[in-house]
């Protein structure tokens, strides 16, 4: 049986980093999604500050869903590479410390051939990171929406095992063209973390929009079964980016994942 883990993306929130963890807790979530660059400064994590940030976790009984490193370039750019590759290692590092077994960001566009230069430098570029999270214990996990599922899927593949992983975002696949149910059916045995996200695509002006939960058209009944076959055993955060009300969305959308 599935268990649904909800978390929260503490950024929607907009509060400071103590207030957002308390806000969390109160409206029950088991584990909150960290942005490394925005909510914590990674040149100054002492021990001390470390433990620190252990401790209000503790306090408000949550665990670290995953920790968000998001590079001004993908993997797929040259400019500046090691540099990149270096800072999320990192980033996996510190993830580590703070509990965490996943590390998301967007690796840049894949192409569709396979067989490209740039292709082989993403599957290059992914394979050296992920033998790092087979050392730390943290993997990386390549955000959706860039491409439909089947070319990601296709460089997951391509993988050694253990080094491909795939945070689910439906609803950017969803605003940026493509089938979120698709995608899910190709990529459910990557997915090492999943964004609880709606969206909808205004087939006329070619327009995407995020929604509330339950108000698009991503089929989640479908993405949790799918989940449930692989025994998916990580957590569901709650995302919501645009929202007048964005407390009261997530507080509701964590009460509906509570009740399934």
Not at 81 to 87: E, Y
Request: aromatic share 6%.
């Amino acid at each position: 049986m599935l268990r649904i883990r909800p978390a929260v993306r503490l950024a929607c929130l907009s509060q400071p980093f103590k207030k957002a963890l308390i806000t969390a807790a109160s409206i029950g979530a088991e584990a909150v999604e960290i942005d490394a660059r925005s909510e914590l400064d990674m040149r100054d994590l002492s021990d001390t500050a470390i433990r620190h940030i252990c401790k209000l976790l503790e306090d408000q009984g949550l665990s670290v869903s995953a920790l968000t490193f998001q590079t001004r370039r993908g993997y797929n750019v040259h400019a500046d590479l090691d540099r990149r590759v270096h800072a999320t290692k990192r980033a996996m590092e510190l993830a580590y410390r703070l509990g965490a077994k996943v590390v998301i960001n967007r690796i840049g566009r894949v192409p569709e051939d396979s067989s490209s230069v740039e292709f082989e430098m993403l599957r290059d570029v992914l394979t050296e990171i992920g033998e790092h999270s087979q050392r730390v214990g943290v993997v990386l996990a390549a955000r959706t929406g860039a491409e439909n599922g089947t070319v990601l899927a296709e460089l997951m593949s391509q993988l050694p095992p253990g080094c491909g992983a795939v945070d689910f975002d439906p609803a950017s696949l969803i605003m940026n063209g493509y089938s979120s149910s698709e995608a899910a059916q190709v990529l459910a045995p990557f997915i090492s973390h999943v964004h609880i996200k709606d969206g909808l695509r205004d087939i006329a002006t070619g327009r995407g929009e995020e929604v509330a939960f339950g108000s698009g058209v991503v089929d989640f009944d479908e993405i949790f079964g799918l989940l449930e076959q692989q025994q998916y055993q990580g957590y569901f955060t709650v995302d919501r980016e645009f929202s007048h009300n964005p407390r009261l969305e997530i507080a509701e959308t964590v009460e509906h994942l509570k009740r399934i």
